[in-house]
């Protein structure tokens, strides 16, 4: 059975993914409990190493924490050595994992999990790359009610075209939440 990996991506009604560097600024009460939900659901959580090493967010896998026993994997199409390395003088109990985007799939294959479904926790950068080459893919695109632009606000430069078709759309209070899959090929 293939794995699968759901991206979960938030923004403001602007596209906006960030404000002061992190999604935590775009992000509402609301979209974070969605987020949590996604957590808990996932065998093995999949991050960049910007997050990884990001000394502001909360160790995923902290123990005590209801994740303690969830794999991070940390997803680097640079050196993994050095990335480990990194991690463990942090002390963070994250995987440094290398990829490229044409190992992608053997690579999930062989993650550590605690069942098929995977969760990834990035940025724009990650998510493409995902989504762009990993097969069984859904993009949770958490939808924030703000209109937010300003010096400290930052949008993807990212150069990039998927086709994506809509698999589901909910509403949770003011969020709103869109399931987005690859698209089927046209037909020939």
């Known amino acids: 059975m293939t794995r699968t990996i759901t991206i979960a991506l938030v ?4 596209g906006a993914y960030a404000h002061d560097g992190w999604s935590t600024g775009v992000s509402t009460p609301t979209d974070f409990a969605y987020f949590v939900s996604l957590r808990r659901r996932a065998g093995a959580i999949i991050i960049d190493r910007r997050t990884a090493l990001n000394p502001k967010l909360p160790v995923i896998n902290a123990p005590g924490k209801a994740l303690e026993r969830t794999p991070v994997h940390v997803l680097t199409e640079s050196d993994p050595q050095a990335l480990a390395a990194q991690l463990a003088e942090r002390g ?7 990829f490229t985007p044409d190992t992608l799939p053997e690579v999930v294959a062989g993650l550590e999990s605690n069942s098929d479904e995977i969760l990834c926790e990035s940025g724009p950068n990650l998510a493409y790359r995902v989504l762009a080459h990993y097969p069984d893919t859904e993009l949770h695109l958490s939808i924030t009610p703000r209109y937010l632009h300003d010096e400290r606000t930052h949008f993807s430069g ?3 075209d998927i086709e994506l078709q809509v698999n589901g759309v909910e509403q949770r209070g003011d969020q709103v939440i869109v399931r987005y899959a690859k698209a089927d090929p046209p037909a020939e």
């Not at 923004?11 to 602007?14: C, L, R, V, Y």
């Not at 963070?92 to 290398?98: D, E, K, P, S």
């Open 11 to 14: 923004q403001t009604i602007n």
């Open 92 to 98: 963070l109990n994250y995987h440094a994992v290398g």
């Open 158 to 160: 990212l150069d990039a």
